[in-house]
């Protein structure tokens, strides 16, 4: 079973910085096709924030464009996602997300537990 282990949230200023990570592990004999990041804002739904999908394409929602940076190190199975000019409305539980899958089987979802990321104004 595929585990994801976020860490790197917290309380920052607007137009502060945030570097948030994800390690997947149980992954053996798996192929990841694709990372990923959601946050669910207080009283919202999940949303989509950004996904890195194998070959290096990526994915990321209107309002984090020129902010954030999804990136992937395939040798750790991490999934890294860089935040700059944060603002108040990011503020939200960051999950992270993985599809894997096992040769000729369809993928699986995964999710991590979940970090808080607070922006103060």
Known sequence: QVQLVESGGGLVQAG??????????????????????????????????????????TVYTDSVKGRFTISRDNAKNTVYLQMNSLKPEDTAVYYCNADAAYPGEWPRTSWGQGTQVTVSS
């Open 16 to 57: 502060g910085s945030l570097r948030l990570s994800c390690v997947a592990s149980g992954t053996s004999g798996m192929s990841i096709n694709a990372m990923g990041w959601y946050r669910q804002p207080p009283g919202k739904q999940r949303e989509l924030v950004a996904i890195a999908r194998t070959g290096d394409s």
